[in-house]
């Protein structure tokens, strides 16, 4: 059903960030379904999403009911419904046709929409949309919004106002952000209101903090009392009380003035720095606005007239085949240079394999290319009829293109649907692969070093220079290779000098750094500074992850540790079932997931689906529970797979890694060239200081963030599980196998107010 349809793709957009079909298409079907429905009203189900706003909440931030309900707009496509809209409001206030009509016109900024609660004028809470009546609490990371002021300037202001704007990634952040991410061997972001969305919707407010998300107010909720006249004015206002608000917006009148301002914004768009998908059409007049009031979920004084997907054809000259740092192997489409929305493309991604063979795209063929979300263009289909006979089916290599010629391996990745991946093995054998690694060592958040950009890694390893990242300091002081780079074209006295003072200034690196610029798969930016943090200094963590390496889980143990659903506890839970064995009294015939629900109480739902979509059956789950618990990981792997943002997967990438001769033999060669600085030095004279603590439970008077980050303010470790190491336990109502653990083993426990009382 259409209506089951758009539910789909509405979970996938709103709550996971990850979208399946352009905004273009949700918006045909959308239509579709409005049309069935105002034809055969009957038809109209539950579930229609023409009764709801946005989606469901998602479950991790705290609910937060709107002052004021937060509507949708709805959307038009054509001069004609931009009229239509213009005589509809004309209608409902008897207006005669001579009557002008002011309206401002605002750029519809494609973003996440926010509501910011001022108080007295102090910022006291922050939501996203949610459903529209109830949000989720984001405000420690609203908090972090430099467009954002945590006071209001100026006066005037209601003593109550929800602020409403839009949160939103400009495009160079945007292309900062992906690049950082598949650098670490992260997922990347189709789009930069999924990366907005995404950045805003993190646990973690540090997180958002290195997201440089920025802020648009063009609306208000509850409001304690009126503040201004016409919507034109309170732009105004929302401007002079710290707001950013967009520029490019006008005032205009009558429906001709809409028609203009769509005209003059769309050429303006690709001019701008962030994406924006339509135009906002609203009556100016507040009292009027009043008077229209509302129709289900949208106001009547106000559309949205969206710009048309920006799509081109062009030819598909080439496939190319792109090895990245891990092995991944991404093919690019080569273009014929077009133009899509104001921005010549040359290249495409076409992602991988099974999308060249479902689209079916060979080379030769004509293509329509798409910019989706206006940044990275993307094939959205082949133009058959102008298929040359000679043009055949792509032959996905089954070699890596480096001289090794290294056979392919296929990995499946379940990341919602599944993809394979396909990866060459040749780690630092394979060329590319170095390479990659190299750029990634020298890149802005690793190493950092100026003057060692693409084009030199590549001419200084086409030399013979440079094959791991020891050779680089190894080479700032090669005096004959430093003069022979002098006599060379394109590197006078000062770029060579410059180059060797690039890199003798990392010489002295941050732990953090150093960590991440060993570009282990899974340790990213978050990872390398929490490793960074618990070991402290490189020698501990060299020397914890080597230990490690020797004592990694089984392949049993591993699999239901990183299954998605499975957290510490649950894992602790199953683990403990398989060692007792018990058999419980439960009918042989009952459905997996009833079998788990009735001999492991402990598990959630979420749990036991994961479980059940897993093993199937009762007893393939309970032979791989066996073989789990007697392939449990040793200490060493444990303190790191512990480490609070490191995890069981970054654990057994770091262990791998560790695990490899050549990958210890290059680190070897590498720390012989470097000083790495200790993580800074925790405070020393505090009760807490150098202990690790575990927080479980529920807290009544802080945040888990709050009192995260207070405690290691105060020079504590904060870890995520319970071990040997662990010092203290702070336990709050509802705390289960981690407060037993650490009483099993002695561990001191606290209450939330004994914590608070040591902590002062
Ligand atoms: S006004 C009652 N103005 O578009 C109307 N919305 O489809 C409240 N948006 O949820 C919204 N730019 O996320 C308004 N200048 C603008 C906007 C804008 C982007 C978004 C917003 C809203 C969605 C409606």
New binding site residues.
């Given amino acids: 059903m259409l209506a089951d349809e758009l539910a789909a793709h509405d979970l996938r957009y709103h709550q996971q960030d990850d979208p399946t079909i352009t905004d273009a298409d949700y918006d045909v079907l959308k239509r579709r379904n409005l049309e069935i429905e105002a034809r055969f009203p009957h038809l109209t189900r539950d579930n229609s999403p023409s009764l709801k706003v946005g989606a469901a909440r998602a479950e991790a931030f705290s609910p937060v009911e709107h002052g004021a309900p937060m509507?949708?707009?709805d959307n038009a496509f054509a001069d004609s419904e931009a009229e239509e809209f213009d005589a509809r409001i004309r209608r409902f206030l008897r207006l005669s046709p001579s009557e002008t009509v002011g309206y401002t016109a605002?750029?519809?900024?494609d973003g996440?929409?926010c509501s910011i609660r001022y108080e007295k004028g102090v910022l006291v809470q922050a939501a996203t949309?949610g459903d529209g009546r109830v949000g989720e609490d984001v405000t420690a990371n609203v908090r972090t919004v430099g467009d954002i002021p945590p006071r209001l300037l100026g006066e005037g202001w209601p003593d109550v106002i929800e602020v409403r704007g839009?949160v939103y990634l400009g495009h160079e952040a945007f292309i900062a952000l992906n690049a950082a991410a598949e650098e670490a061997g992260q997922k990347t972001y189709a789009n930069p209101r999924n990366a907005a969305a995404g950045s805003l919707r993190q646990i973690d407010s540090t997180v958002t903090a290195r997201r440089p998300l920025s802020f648009f107010a063009?609306?208000w909720g509850e409001i304690s009392a009126p503040f201004a006249q016409t919507q034109w004015q309170a732009l105004g206002l929302l401007k002079a009380w710290g707001f950013q608000t967009?520029p490019q917006s006008e005032r205009v009148e009558n429906a001709a003035g809409l028609l203009a301002a769509y005209a003059r914004m769309e050429t303006e768009r690709p001019k701008l720095a962030y994406d924006i998908d339509g135009v906002?059409y609203k009556v100016d007049r507040l009292d009027w606005q009043q008077r229209l009031g509302f129709v289900t979920r949208t106001?009547r004084w106000?559309i949205?007239r969206k710009f048309p997907a920006q799509q081109a054809r062009t030819v598909l000259e080439a496939i190319d085949i792109q090895v990245g740092r891990t092995g991944a192997i991404t093919p690019v489409a080569r273009l014929h240079p077009v133009t899509v929305g104001g921005v010549v493309v040359v290249n495409a991604t076409l992602h991988n394999a099974d999308e060249i063979a479902r689209k079916d795209i060979r080379v030769g063929d004509t293509v329509i290319l798409q910019r989706a979300g206006d940044v990275i263009p993307q094939i959205v289909s082949v133009v058959l009829d102008e298929r040359p006979a000679s043009a055949e089916p792509f032959a996905f290599p089954t070699h890596c293109p480096c001289n090794l010629q290294t056979p392919l391996t296929t990995e499946t990745t379940v990341s919602g649907a599944e993809t394979v991946v396909r990866r060459c093995t040749g780690e630092f054998a394979c060329p590319f692969q170095r390479l990659a690694h190299l750029r990634h060592f020298v890149s802005r958040r690793a190493f950092d070093i100026e003057g060692l950009g693409e084009k030199q890694l590549t001419a200084f390893s086409e030399r013979g220079w440079i094959t791991d990242p020891a050779d680089i300091f190894a080479l700032a002081r090669d005096v004959a290779k430093m003069d022979e780079l002098r006599q060379t074209d394109g590197y006078g006295e000062t770029s060579v000098s410059n180059l060797i003072a690039g890199i003798e200034a990392r010489r002295h690196i941050a732990l953090d750094r150093f960590i991440y610029g060993l570009g282990i798969r899974h340790v990213g930016e978050t990872t390398s500074i929490a490793l960074a943090r618990h070991f402290e200094t490189v020698e501990a963590f060299v020397g914890g992850a080597k230990a490690a390496s020797g004592q990694m889980a089984s392949a049993a143990y591993a699999e239901l540790s990183e299954l998605d659903g499975v957290g510490p506890t649950a894992r602790d839970a199953i683990l403990a079932f398989a060692r007792d064995a018990a058999d419980f009294l439960i009918p042989p015939d009952a459905a997996l997931e009833e079998r788990l629900r009735l001999s492991i109480p402990k598990l959630n739902v979420r749990t036991r689906e994961a479980l059940a979509g897993r093993y199937e059956t009762w007893d393939a789950f309970q032979s791989a529970a066996a073989e789990a618990a007697s392939g449990v990981p040793g200490e060493a792997f444990l303190e790191i797979a512990g480490v609070d943002q490191v995890g069981p997967v970054a654990a057994r990438m770091i262990a791998e890694f560790f695990g490899e001769d050549h990958n210890r033999h290059l680190l070897d060669k590498l720390l012989e060239q470097l000083t790495v600085i200790p993580a800074q030095r925790p405070k020393a004279d505090t009760a807490v200081a150098g202990k690790t603590v575990v927080f479980t439970g529920a807290l009544e008077k802080m945040t888990r963030d709050e009192a995260k980050a207070q405690a290691e303010s105060l020079g504590a470790k904060v870890a995520g599980s319970v071990s040997k190491k662990t010092d203290i336990v702070v336990a709050g109502p509802g705390a289960g196998s981690k407060l037993k653990q650490a009483t099993d083993l002695g561990i001191q426990v606290l209450t939330e107010d004994e914590w608070l009382a040591l902590v002062g």
Avoid: D, F, H
């Fill in positions: 509507l949708s707009l605002e750029p519809k900024i996440l929409s949309r839009e063009y609306a967009t906002v106001p106000a949205a």
